[in-house]
């Protein structure tokens, strides 16, 4: 039988998982309400079935599941599977045993890490990075999230919590952050930024959507070409300061609004980045910067991979 795996993609509003075979192949794909409200309890009970109910699915697909990768928002202990940071979306959350409930409901073993981190995997095995051993990953949601992928796997430092890039300090006393701290990149980059920047111009408040932002500026439109020249500024800001820390060969940029906008923002962020970038980390080959391919994918087939790898 083909070996396979269980993806789940923990967010605030859904759940999304899959089964995935080794060859990034989404089998099986399915979306149901997270329901954070019901609490931690609740929610880890849910999981746990979904996990167990795919176990017999996958037979019936022809192939053999070696695990279950899980992506959660907020800080995972790695070697545990214990998520340790929550964040506004799923109360409670902090402190779940999420990877040793799964693994005594199923008896496969479990991977569990940050939602990003399984992003960026997702498109390191089978999307837009995976040209690349090495690369910079950066989420532009309505946080920032990143990832460094070093050899095909995530850097994730002593306890797995590395790649919050979205909370680098960029402007001293800066713009009030989610974390609390002033300045950070998230406060700049993240698409409330954008919006936050806009209304800041004095736009009405039905100009200020991404989309609506974004229309306007590629239509020539002055004030919003001056937002998102702006916000494609702050983007390459914070981009410049990881350049100069990983020297990557690529960034892949990903989040809905990277997906929307395609090239006329990665061109900006290209060109800014022309600019504060030192010679030679362009030099002779250009830092290729491309957009994520997997969309709402990456996070199901990312952890999926993570599951494979664990069981190895
Ligand atoms: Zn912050």
């Known amino acids: 039988m083909n070996r ?15 089964i995935v075979t080794e060859q990034g192949e989404l089998l099986h794909e399915a979306k149901v309400a997270t329901e954070s409200w019901q609490g931690p309890d609740a929610l880890l009970a849910k999981l746990a079935g979904i996990a167990s109910e795919s176990v017999p699915l996958a037979g019936t697909l022809g192939v053999r599941l070696d695990g279950v990768g899980i992506g959660t928002a ?8 214990q998520v340790l940071g929550a964040t506004a979306t799923l109360p409670g959350w902090a402190g779940m045993p999420l990877g040793a409930k799964i693994r005594e409901e199923t008896g496969l073993p ?11 995997l ?3 095995w089978h999307g837009a990075g995976r040209e690349w051993a090495d690369f910079l990953c950066i989420a532009l949601g309505t946080g920032v999230g990143g990832c460094w992928i070093a050899d095909r796997s995530v850097y994730g430092g002593r306890d797995g919590y590395a790649g919050e890039f979205g909370h680098g300090i960029i402007h001293m006393d800066g713009k009030l952050c989610s974390c609390g701290n002033k300045g950070c990149w998230e406060a700049y980059a993240s698409v409330t930024a954008l919006q936050s920047l806009a209304r800041e111009r004095g736009m009405q408040e039905q100009q200020l959507s991404p989309e609506e932002l974004f229309r306007s500026a590629r239509a020539n439109d002055m004030e919003a070409l001056e937002v998102v020249d702006r916000y494609c500024g702050y983007i390459a800001a914070g981009l410049t300061g990881l350049v100069h820390t ?21 061109d900006k962020v290209r060109s800014a980045l022309e600019h504060s970038v030192m010679p030679a980390f362009r030099s002779p080959e250009p830092i290729r910067l491309v957009a994520a391919e997997l969309g709402g994918h990456a996070g199901v087939i990312g952890a999926a991979m993570a599951a494979l790898k664990t069981a190895e």
């Open 4 to 18: 396979a795996a269980l993806g789940i993609d923990l967010g605030g509003t859904n759940i999304k998982v899959g």
């Open 246 to 266: 990983f020297n990557p060969a690529a960034i892949v940029l990903g989040g809905a609004i990277v997906a929307g906008q395609g090239d006329f923002l990665l």
């Open 110 to 120: 479990v991977a569990v890490d940050n939602d990003v981190n399984m992003i960026a």
């Open 74 to 81: 907020g800080q995972v202990h790695r070697a545990s599977g």
């Open 122 to 124: 997702g498109e390191a």
